[in-house]
């Protein structure tokens, strides 16, 4: 599992980051990044340590997935009447399968159905939450810690808006989970004698536009309204956390509706930004056109493209047709930098050469004044005799 790092260079606290005329949004902490690239294309506080309420639900359900079978079974601890709603009134001793649980998880955030996960892989809740932190870091949310599996108030449980959109980033490529949290209504298979059985997701968003995919809602009085989001947008695929909110659906439509108003998707960044340099022989400074060895993507702005900085790797002679020649560096305004391995489209030869040389305006200069002084000596050995 290789840890993800989103595409900024400047670690932003607590301003924004972004393009210069961003979003307009309630949460104390969001952020709306381009999955397919890695890209923040927006944030403010990004790296604030907040409570995440039950989109911390979002990791348990990966866990379960990640180390179960869907018939495996869940069975309620003796003290799950103890955890508080939302819930799924499960009895002590009740079992469900994996598969319902998860559904249980993501569409009724139900807080004993997460207890019931904790206790059926590690015992308890500070259990499952050592393993919750080791899958954090493995995936690359350096600044989490989590203290219960289901977002409940806890001093310590904390996460950022950066920390869960590496994790929805991670979350997407799970197509189990994705599915789930899709899924506006489901039915879950208990005991005959157990009437709670229908589940309504929460994300009501679902409803209205069926581009946004997943994922998860959360709320506390301390975290207020929460959400992580998949969204299916026209410039690719879109990752949003919103945190500590006043209308995160509110919030939701806004970031997904100003990045896709914002921004192109460039399908290979140095074709539709040549550059070339001039590598260095024996004649002088010789053109090389540089072409990509493979297709990098870029998210683009206007204000990207206006203020784009180029950073060309030095080159000297001799250089094959096709030979790797380094990296072309695409910076932009955010400190964002897309970094381009190229090779040479055209060769340059070591040793001087007539058809560099008539390139090289430096030659052109060596040649005249040759032919000046061969015209000046012939003049004179001919009055000599004559």
């Given at each position: 599992?290789?840890?993800f790092?989103l595409?900024?260079?400047?670690?932003?606290?607590?301003?924004?980051v972004?393009?210069?005329?961003?979003?307009?949004?309630?949460?104390?902490a969001?952020?709306?990044?381009?999955?397919?690239?890695g890209r923040?294309?927006w944030g403010?506080?990004i790296?604030?340590k907040?409570?995440?309420?039950?989109t911390?639900?979002?990791?348990?359900t990966?866990?379960?997935?990640?180390?179960?079978?869907?018939d495996?079974?869940?069975?309620?601890?003796?003290?799950?009447?103890?955890i508080?709603e939302?819930?799924?009134?499960?009895?002590p001793g009740?079992?469900i399968s994996?598969?319902?649980?998860?559904?249980?998880?993501?569409?009724?955030?139900?807080?004993?159905?997460?207890?019931?996960?904790a206790?059926?892989?590690d015992g308890?809740?500070?259990?499952?939450?050592?393993?919750?932190?080791?899958?954090?870091?493995?995936?690359g949310m350096r600044d989490?810690?989590?203290?219960?599996?289901?977002?409940?108030?806890?001093?310590?449980?904390?996460?950022?808006?950066y920390?869960?959109?590496v994790l929805?980033i991670?979350?997407?490529?799970n197509n189990?989970?994705?599915e789930?949290?899709?899924?506006q209504?489901?039915s879950?298979?208990r005991?005959?004698?157990?009437?709670?059985?229908l589940?309504?997701?929460?994300?009501?968003?679902?409803?209205?536009?069926?581009?946004?995919?997943?994922?998860?809602?959360?709320f506390t009085?301390?975290?207020?309204r929460?959400?992580?989001?998949?969204?299916?947008?026209?410039?690719?695929?879109?990752?949003?956390?919103?945190?500590?909110?006043?209308d995160?659906?509110g919030?939701?439509?806004?970031?997904?509706?100003?990045?896709?108003?914002?921004?192109?998707?460039?399908?290979?960044?140095?074709?539709?930004?040549?550059?070339?340099v001039r590598?260095?022989?024996q004649?002088?400074?010789?053109p090389?056109?540089?072409?990509?060895a493979k297709?990098?993507?870029?998210i683009?702005s206007?204000?990207?493209?206006?203020?784009m900085?180029v950073?060309?790797p030095?080159?000297?002679?001799?250089?094959?047709?096709g030979?790797?020649?380094g990296?072309?560096?695409?910076?932009l305004?955010?400190?964002t930098?897309?970094?381009?391995?190229?090779?040479?489209?055209?060769?340059?030869?070591?040793?001087?050469?007539?058809?560099?040389?008539?390139r090289?305006?430096a030659?052109?200069?060596?040649?005249?004044?040759?032919?000046?002084?061969?015209?000046y000596?012939?003049?004179?050995?001919?009055?000599?005799?004559?």
């Open positions: 599992m290789t840890p790092v595409l900024c260079a400047i670690r932003h606290v607590c301003t924004e972004g393009q210069p005329a961003g979003p307009t949004v309630t949460a104390d969001a952020i709306v990044v381009h999955a397919d690239t923040i294309l403010r506080n790296h604030r907040t409570y995440p309420a039950s911390t639900k979002i990791l348990t990966l866990i379960l997935l990640e180390n179960s079978n869907p495996d079974r869940i069975t309620a601890p003796q003290d799950t009447k103890k508080p939302s819930s799924l009134h499960l009895v009740e079992s994996a598969k319902d649980a998860a559904y249980a998880l993501m569409l009724r955030s139900a807080n004993d159905v997460a207890h019931a996960v206790v059926h892989f308890s809740d500070a259990g499952f939450a050592r393993r919750m932190d080791a899958y954090a870091i493995k995936i989490s810690h989590f203290e219960n599996p289901n977002g409940l108030p806890s001093p310590w449980h904390k996460t950022t808006a920390d869960l959109a929805g991670h979350a997407r490529k189990q989970l994705v789930i949290s899709r899924t209504t489901y879950v298979t005991d005959p004698l157990q009437k709670d059985t589940l309504v997701n929460r994300n009501k968003l679902l409803k209205e536009d069926p581009n946004n995919w997943g994922f998860k809602t959360g009085n301390d975290a207020g929460c959400f992580v989001g998949y969204v299916k947008s026209p410039v690719g695929d879109l990752v949003t956390v919103i945190l500590g909110s006043v995160w659906a919030d939701q439509t806004a970031l997904s509706r100003w990045a896709a108003g914002t921004f192109k998707l460039i399908p290979d960044i140095a074709e539709a930004h040549p550059v070339s590598a260095q022989n004649s002088g400074d010789i090389l056109s540089l072409a990509p297709p990098v993507a870029a683009l206007q204000n990207d493209m206006d203020k900085k950073e060309l030095v080159l000297k002679a001799p250089i094959k047709k030979e790797p020649v990296m072309v560096a695409y910076s305004p955010d400190g930098v897309y970094k381009v391995p190229v090779v040479a489209a055209n060769a340059v030869e070591a040793q001087f050469a007539p058809a560099d040389a008539l090289n305006p030659a052109w200069v060596f040649l005249a004044a040759a032919g000046g002084a061969y015209w000596r012939r003049r004179a050995y001919d009055r000599l005799n004559s």
